[in-house]
């Protein structure tokens, strides 16, 4: 019983790395004690190593919880400390006051006494353990969610004034946007913009099955473009061109996806009167 107190001694301290010998000691001191019980068990020489063994076991908890008590109280450990170590010298006396019928008596009664204190004590010790852990641990997730909920303003803080179109969605449902992405679309303010059925009002429908591919390819887990361009659709039907850059986010506990859009339309002219004039160009040049 000792040794296994040790050994859940040095578990509790944090030195249970330092125990190897307990899971040696416990079979050879069972059958030491089961050939001290056999041979006979008032054997004076045979029973001094046995409770001396005992003794040193206990004193030696005692100590480990005088001189690590962590971050939890320290006049529960000292405690603890100070009766396993009145304990392990009890024990190693025990041998020769039990031989005295007028000691006997008081050997039972403070042995009694002892395991009493040591057993409420460690009780004690338990219970004000867990209540400090999870003290500890509701101060961390409090922490961790007034952490979580000042990154989360900051990023609404952050899209809400970008010059970029910013839309969060989730299963084809617009749960946020911002005001440029309003702007964008034609919406006198981003609610209304984030109240329509969907993204399938913001694109052209030509577009529209080339990106569902895109978001069933994201469902199964398969490669999927993160950075494309489409033709959208404004409120009043006019078509532009949006370059889209997309990424998986957490939005209010939840898997979303955030579309950060960028009007390319003048971008597209200027491209396609590039190209005009290339073939121009390249005409007269044929002609000549």
């Not at 006396?93 to 039972?108: C, G, Q």
């Not at 006019?238 to 950060?260: D, M, S, Y």
Request: aromatic residues 10%.
């Amino acid at each position: 019983a000792s040794l296994l107190l040790f050994a859940g001694t040095m578990c509790y301290v944090g030195l249970a790395r330092q125990q190897r010998w307990v899971y040696i000691g416990l079979p050879l001191l069972l059958a030491w004690t089961g050939a001290f019980l056999w041979l006979d068990r008032v054997l004076f020489l045979a029973a001094i190593p046995l409770y001396a063994l005992i003794g040193i076991t206990n004193m030696s908890s005692g100590l480990a919880f005088w001189s690590r008590r962590t971050q939890f109280p320290r006049t529960d450990h000292i405690v603890v400390g100070v009766a396993f170590m009145v304990w392990g010298l009890h024990k190693m006396d025990d041998v020769v006051i039990h031989r005295y019928e007028n000691l006997a008596l008081f050997d039972a009664v403070l042995s009694e006494t002892l395991s009493m204190v040591l057993a409420v004590g460690l009780i004690i010790l338990a219970q004000r353990r867990q209540s400090a852990i999870a003290e500890q641990a509701t101060r961390r997730a409090q922490v961790s969610e007034a952490n979580l909920q000042a990154t989360e303003a900051r990023f609404r803080d952050l899209i809400d004034n970008s010059v970029l179109g910013v839309i969060i969605h989730r299963d084809n449902a617009i749960v946020y946007a911002n005001p440029a992405a309003a702007r964008l679309f034609g919406y006198s303010t981003a609610m209304e913009l984030a109240s329509q059925a969907g993204l399938a009002a913001l694109a052209a429908p030509e577009e529209m099955p080339r990106l569902r591919g895109y978001v069933r390819a994201q469902r199964k887990g398969q490669v999927a473009p993160e950075h494309y361009e489409f033709r959208g659709r404004t409120l009043q039907g006019t078509t532009l061109w949006l370059e889209n850059t997309v990424r998986q986010i957490v939005w209010e506990g939840e898997a979303a996806e955030q579309a950060t859009l960028y009007d390319i339309t003048e971008k597209k002219r200027w491209e396609d009167e590039l190209r005009a004039q290339e073939r121009l160009l390249q005409t007269v040049i044929d002609a000549i």
